[in-house]
């Protein structure tokens, strides 16, 4: 990261004794996310927001006043949370021109605790897919990649791609994304930095873009668990505008310890995670951190999720039965874009839809209104919502033995760009979110933190899952995790 420190903290600490200044930093990171733009991990660059916040931020330190250990980090936000005056596009014709006129709560706190907003971040189309391929933008590559050129660069994962991107490639310190099925997970494992699906309920979900309300939550995306703990604090919490959020008051998590111990901490291993399709060496790193863990004082024992084999099928009903609800919204009067059809209002409508979305779009919405069709209702979407129970019913059950689930997040490394397209969104999707989508489902907190390269020097990450708002373990063990593979220093 061109010589600024790792994490946010020592940031903060050379703000604090003036061995570095926030204007200076957050230029230095405008000039790397300029010189980074074959990634395409941004679609907006707020270059002028940034500076002028990064003025008030060295204002700060130098009357001595920092508003939090954020003040003066830079921060990217995925293109599907509302940023007051700055364009909010899902990475789709449709939103391509809408400009919101306030800011998500998560983006509002952030820069409340001082943090430097610099840019938003490549998706998929309203977030409906795991590749970051989606996107009228063009696609996010993984700056992991071999070769960034056509067809032969590496997926970055999705939705949150380009989020994902912008962390691993040292153009900001932290990143949001969301996370439905395993969408800021997804890309983490693929780009190599942690990341977190808090507790539903845990964070605002107020000016986040929906897609799946129900299973929806604001993602971090950071290099180091420190730096998860640190945004986290930031802005998790009760929020009046979005009455899902819990009304308890978060309790902020300290930073970590440097002798986490793990004795007698209870780690289970579900038997159904070892899936089809799950690589080889995903396997070995499994089976290596699961000894390590036993090695330090954990008990690791297998656990059964009887229900995970159908959590494809569930999380596949459920999610286009509510894209297909949230997207009629988009009807070409209120907002967004408007076709110059004016025969009639049905035909606005329609042509307005078709020019506005992609297939992907298209394809879940027809298949969310077949599942919710009269005849259909109870077949399908009544069905699958009696399944998530019994998903998450496993999870209660599970964490009566064990604290802590630890899994594979991806079934693989980041596969190449030419490969992924051969497949269908929906088959994507299914494979590469098996091991995340039963969290969203449950409501549960999980993590992903890389552990290793494979032999085609790609990460790959393991995936801690914990009962409801369980993330100061979570964090903690991870944090351990961290400490012993040293991913940074190994493979960076």
Partial sequence: MNRLPLRVRALSECFRNKSLDPVTVTEQFLTQIESHKPLNAFVRVSSAKALEQAECSRDRYRK????????????????????????????????ENFIPTYDATVVERLQANGAILVGKTNLDQFGMGSGCIDSIFGPTRNSWSEDLDDNRFRIAGGSSGGSAVAVAAGLCYAALGSDTGGSTRNPASYCGIVGLKPTYGLVSRHGLIPLVNSMDVPGIMTRTVDDCISVLNAIAGPDNRDSTTVKKRYQSIPALEDNISLKGVRIGIPVEYHCEGLDKEVMETWTIVADMLESAGATVKPVSMPNTSSSIFVYSILNQCEVASNMSRYDGIEYGHRSQEDSSTEQLYAR???????????????????????????????????????????FVRAFKEVEVLLTPTTLSDAPLYKDFVQSNNRDQCAVQDFCTQSANMAGIPALSIPVRLSSRRLPISLQLMGDHFSERKLFAIAGWIEKEVDFIANYN
């Avoid at 599907?80 to 939103?95: G, P, V, W, Y």
């Avoid at 209104?369 to 259909?376: G, I, P, V």
């Fill in 64 to 95: 001595e006043k920092p508003k939090s250990v954020l003040d003066g980090a830079t921060i990217a936000v995925k293109d599907n949370f509302c940023t007051k005056d700055i364009h909010t596009t899902c990475a789709s014709r449709m939103l």
């Fill in 352 to 394: 307005t839809r078709a020019e506005g979305f992609n297939g992907v779009v298209k394809n879940r919405i027809l298949s969310g209104n077949y599942f919710l069709l009269r005849e259909n209702y109870d077949k399908y979407f009544q069905k699958a919502l009696k399944v998530r129970r019994l998903i998450s019913d496993d």
